[in-house]
Protein backbone atom coordinates (compact mmCIF):
# COMPACT_ATOMS: atom_id res chain seq x y z
CA UNK A 1 0.00 0.00 0.00
CA UNK A 2 1.34 3.68 -0.45
CA UNK A 3 0.01 5.15 2.37
CA UNK A 4 1.32 3.99 5.62
CA UNK A 5 -1.92 4.27 7.23
CA UNK A 6 -5.41 5.73 7.03
CA UNK A 7 -4.95 9.10 8.81
CA UNK A 8 -2.09 8.98 5.46
CA UNK A 9 -4.60 8.43 3.14
CA UNK A 10 -7.13 10.97 4.04
CA UNK A 11 -4.08 13.52 4.30
CA UNK A 12 -2.51 12.33 1.66
CA UNK A 13 0.70 15.05 2.50
CA UNK A 14 -1.04 18.24 2.73
CA UNK A 15 -3.18 17.17 -0.69
CA UNK A 16 -6.07 15.35 1.03
CA UNK A 17 -8.66 18.07 1.49
CA UNK A 18 -8.17 19.00 -2.23
CA UNK A 19 -8.49 15.34 -3.83
CA UNK A 20 -11.37 14.62 -1.44
CA UNK A 21 -13.46 17.53 -1.92
CA UNK A 22 -12.92 16.65 -6.07
CA UNK A 23 -13.99 13.71 -5.35
CA UNK A 24 -17.07 14.38 -3.13
CA UNK A 25 -18.10 17.13 -5.95
CA UNK A 26 -17.69 14.02 -8.83
CA UNK A 27 -20.06 12.09 -6.64
CA UNK A 28 -22.86 14.63 -5.65
CA UNK A 29 -22.96 15.39 -9.58
CA UNK A 30 -23.00 12.05 -10.68
CA UNK A 31 -25.80 10.92 -8.31
CA UNK A 32 -27.67 14.15 -9.32
CA UNK A 33 -27.38 13.41 -13.11
CA UNK A 34 -28.56 9.69 -12.13
CA UNK A 35 -31.62 10.87 -10.42
CA UNK A 36 -32.86 13.50 -12.58
CA UNK A 37 -32.19 11.13 -15.73
CA UNK A 38 -34.81 8.67 -13.42
CA UNK A 39 -37.19 11.65 -13.19
CA UNK A 40 -37.08 12.72 -16.62
CA UNK A 41 -37.56 9.03 -17.92
CA UNK A 42 -40.69 8.70 -15.81
CA UNK A 43 -42.21 12.00 -17.41
CA UNK A 44 -41.57 11.42 -20.50
CA UNK A 45 -43.30 7.46 -19.81
CA UNK A 46 -46.04 9.48 -18.00
CA UNK A 47 -46.47 11.78 -20.99
CA UNK A 48 -46.39 9.42 -23.99
CA UNK A 49 -49.04 6.74 -22.01
CA UNK A 50 -51.64 10.33 -21.51
CA UNK A 51 -51.00 10.34 -24.81
CA UNK A 52 -51.70 7.42 -26.37
CA UNK A 53 -54.77 7.00 -23.58
CA UNK A 54 -56.24 10.23 -25.40
CA UNK A 55 -55.70 9.00 -28.95
CA UNK A 56 -56.92 5.31 -28.24
CA UNK A 57 -61.20 6.98 -28.81
CA UNK A 58 -60.02 8.75 -31.58
CA UNK A 59 -58.81 5.96 -34.75
CA UNK A 60 -61.13 4.82 -37.18
CA UNK A 61 -61.84 1.49 -38.45
CA UNK A 62 -61.02 2.42 -42.01
CA UNK A 63 -57.47 3.37 -40.90
CA UNK A 64 -55.02 1.59 -43.65
CA UNK A 65 -51.00 1.12 -42.86
CA UNK A 66 -49.13 3.53 -44.74
CA UNK A 67 -46.59 0.58 -46.04
CA UNK A 68 -47.47 -3.12 -46.93
CA UNK A 69 -44.28 -5.56 -46.32
CA UNK A 70 -46.02 -7.75 -49.06
CA UNK A 71 -42.99 -8.96 -51.71
CA UNK A 72 -43.15 -7.48 -54.97
CA UNK A 73 -42.18 -9.32 -58.25
CA UNK A 74 -40.47 -7.77 -60.61
CA UNK A 75 -39.79 -9.57 -63.87
CA UNK A 76 -36.64 -9.45 -65.09
CA UNK A 77 -36.31 -8.84 -69.11
CA UNK A 78 -32.90 -10.91 -70.56
Known sequence: MAFDSLTALIHMEGHGPYV???YGVFLLVMVSLVVLSVRKHNTV???CRR?????GGKQT???KPAATFSRVNISQEQ
Open 20 to 22: WTC
Open 51 to 55: SYESE
Open 45 to 47: IQS
Open 61 to 63: RDH
